[in-house]
């Protein structure tokens, strides 16, 4: 039995953070583990409320699953708080974990923050160089970087020293360009690797990038390459939301 472990915020909606992330790993074999850094109040739609959880709880939980179960893979969320980003740097400090994704939740889409602005650089500079990717957006990747990104090749070109900077890599996400197809890119600190596919509408779209960077965080844990966990994990949740029909009246 391979063991998963989400790092995120729980969704009482069921379908994004830590819910979402489970059902993910259960899909591709794994046995999720699950350490809650806040508790949210949301619908499909919005996100209400946030509340980080106390930070040694946090702690606690993260170390009692580090600790009592082989752990190959690890997908970070929403953190929550400042010192709930400490706490988690921490962890991975002492546990040296190789494969960590981390899926950097500033916002929901309705516009409710996750992370205050002083916690953005503590973000970067203490949490990143514990990932082996990150997966933002353009928003994102915008405020990470503090730079107005225009298209896919502009981003490609600012993460090429970001990965450097950082210590990771960067999967820049493409729903948000105005790209016809969705256009992709992940970004090592020696290569780049473009991707392209066509833009697909759900009617139902909660919590994609909880999936993608679950997906990626199991497949890049069974030690698939960058490019084939990217390959696979997009498949897996194309496939996962078409095979949603849910209707709310």
């Not at 699953?65 to 929550?80: E, H, L, N, T």
């Not at 990038?209 to 949740?237: P, Q, V, W």
């Amino acid at each position: 039995m391979k063991f998963f472990l989400t790092i995120a915020a729980s969704d009482n909606s069921g379908g994004a953070g830590v819910q979402q992330d489970i059902k993910v790993a259960h899909d591709l074999g794994y046995w999720a583990l699950s350490a809650i850094t806040g508790i949210t109040v949301q619908n499909f739609k919005e996100v209400f409320k946030i509340e980080a959880i106390n930070s040694c709880l946090l702690q606690s939980q993260i170390e009692q699953c580090c600790s009592s179960f082989p752990v190959q893979a690890i997908k970070i969320g929403a953190v929550c708080s400042l010192k709930n980003i400490m706490v988690i740097a921490n962890c991975l400090k002492r546990h040296h974990f190789e494969h960590v994704v981390l899926d950097p939740v500033l916002f929901s889409t309705s516009g409710k923050a996750f992370l205050d602005e002083p916690s953005l650089n503590v973000l970067k500079k203490t949490l990143f160089p514990f990932t082996e990717l990150i997966t933002p957006n353009k928003p994102e990747f915008e405020i990470l970087t503090n730079r107005k990104i225009n298209t896919i090749e502009e981003g490609i070109e600012i993460a090429k020293d970001n990965c450097k900077e950082w210590n990771t890599s960067i999967l820049l996400k493409g729903g948000h360009f105005n790209d016809v197809n969705i256009k992709e890119a992940l970004i090592t600190k020696t290569h780049v690797y473009r991707f392209e596919r066509e833009r697909i509408t759900f009617t139902y779209e909660h919590g994609t990038g909880c999936t993608l960077s679950s997906a990626l965080a199991c497949f890049l844990g069974n030690n698939i390459s960058f490019y084939n966990s990217y390959s696979r994990s997009s498949e897996y949740l194309i496939k996962h939301y078409q095979s949603l029909q849910i209707k709310l009246s």
